[in-house]
C-alpha cells in the first residue's frame, strides 16, 4: 500500500487512517473485542512520519501485551505507516468500566458475561482470599440463578461460572 500523504491536511487524513487501523485490531484474548471497545487503546498521533500509540494493559502482568503490540504494528505496516511505536502507559490504571457498549454487547453475544461496575476505593485497599461476591446474570439465558465454580479462568482477567437454570458454563469478565 502506498504511504500515507504529507502536508497540514494529509497529516490529518494520515492520523484519521491511523486511528481507524488501530480501533479495529482485536484483542488476541477475546477477538469477539477490538482494543478500542476493549479500552486499551489510549491514544494515536502521528508525529510527522511516526504513528505513536498509547495503551494500557487490563492489568500490570498481562501476557497479551506484547503480542497487542505486534498487532497494532503489523496492521499499521500493512497499512503503509513505516514508523511506528507502541507505548504503554499504566497510568491511569485500566479499568473494565472503560469497556465499551459495543464491547460489552459482543461479550454477551460470544457467551461471556460483561462486569458489572468496577469497585471504587478510597485508601488503601484490603486484601481478601475469598472468592470476589458478585451480580450477574448467565449471558445464554439471562438467570440469575449462577454459581462461581473457579476464580480464576483461562486468563486470569476471567472467573469461571456455571448457571444453575440452563446448566451451561461461562465464563465471566472481572470488574477491576
Known sequence: MSSPPRGTES??????????????VTDPEMPML?????????????VG??????????????????????????ALHDH?????????????AWSSDWITERGRQALTDHGLSAPGPAPR????VLLSLRPTRRTLVCPRCASSDV??????????????????????PFEHVKEI
Open 11 to 24: 497529516m490529518h487524513i494520515g492520523s484519521t487512517v491511523a486511528r481507524r487501523v488501530v480501533a479495529s
Open 34 to 46: 477490538t482494543l478500542e471497545d476493549l479500552g486499551v487503546l489510549r491514544d494515536v498521533e502521528v
Open 147 to 168: 454459581e462461581l465454580t473457579s476464580e480464576f479462568g483461562p486468563t486470569a482477567c476471567k472467573a469461571l461460572y456455571r448457571c444453575s437454570a440452563c446448566l451451561e
Open 49 to 74: 512520519d511516526r504513528v505513536v500509540v498509547t495503551i494500557t494493559p487490563t492489568y500490570s502482568g498481562c501476557p497479551a501485551m506484547a503480542t497487542m503490540r505486534d498487532d497494532l504494528v503489523h
Open 80 to 92: 503503509g505507516f513505516d514508523q511506528v511505536e507502541v507505548r504503554v502507559s499504566l497510568h491511569p
Open 121 to 124: 476505593h478510597v485508601g488503601p
